[in-house]
């Protein structure tokens, strides 16, 4: 909701400018990863998935990498855009039909 | 596009009320699933359902129930609602056949437990 963004972690980036969102996920059995975008007042909405046997994917003006061996993923933001500004979730998936979700970041896209 | 669609947005209720949140969606997905989210926490797992009357408890199902006697209807109960539960309510779904597969969320209903 319209709190959501409170104690997280800010990423400020220049409009125009590339943003890098990092998560360290937690469990090394999980096999299939999300990113989820959530702006003010609405719920989560999909950006992009990979799974484990991949090291990166690419959308539009997205890119995910993952890095197994630390178990780190990111998400790139190429050209940031004010509707850039959001909420940002990691989730992990291991294969029991859940996903585990971080406690986010918040980007704000200063124009 | 894929509809998930919450029955309320905004939710008033006093202890020790009786809630429902009633969640919808509109593309037969198998997997259906209650998340709270608060602040600093992120989003956590209620219950999720992988079929018709089936249910599963996730992270935190202490005073919480659910109910899924249609494929399309997933519903959330507090049995006796505490002022401790007043938080963002997310439901989502997805298509299932194996794994839990990416997640379409409803635009949330905010409880607040007077």
């Known amino acids: 909701g319209e709190s959501v963004g409170l104690h997280l972690p800010t990423l400020s980036v220049q409009e125009g400018d590339n943003s890098i969102i990092n998560c360290a996920y937690s469990?090394?059995?999980?096999?299939?990863f999300i990113w989820y975008k959530q702006e003010s007042g609405k719920g989560p909405q999909f950006i992009i998935d990979i799974r484990s046997n991949m090291d990166k994917r690419q959308g539009q003006r997205v890119t995910v990498l993952l890095n197994k061996t630390v178990k780190h993923l990111s998400l790139q933001i190429a050209a940031t855009q004010p509707g850039d500004s959001a909420v940002y979730f990691c989730?992990?998936?291991?294969?029991?039909?859940?996903?585990?979700f971080g406690k986010g970041n918040q980007v704000v896209v200063i124009p | 596009d894929v509809k998930v669609t919450q029955s309320s947005r905004y939710l008033v209720k006093r202890t020790g009320e009786k809630v429902f949140l009633e969640c919808v969606q509109d593309?037969?997905?198998?997997?259906m699933f209650w998340y709270r989210q608060d602040p600093g926490l992120g989003l956590r797992l209620i219950y999720f359902?992988?079929?018709?009357?089936?249910?599963e408890k996730g992270d935190i199902p202490e005073g919480y129930s659910v109910s899924r006697e249609k494929k399309e209807r997933f519903s959330l109960i507090l049995e006796s609602a505490s002022t401790n539960q007043t938080s963002m309510y997310l439901c989502a779904s997805s298509l299932g056949g194996g794994g839990v597969g990416k997640l379409f969320f409803g635009s949330g209903t905010q409880l607040s437990v007077l």
């Open positions: 593309m037969d997905h198998e997997n």
């Open positions: 359902s992988y079929d018709v009357k089936m249910k």
């Open positions: 989730a992990e998936s291991f294969g029991n039909n859940r996903l585990a």
């Open positions: 469990n090394s059995a999980s096999d299939y």
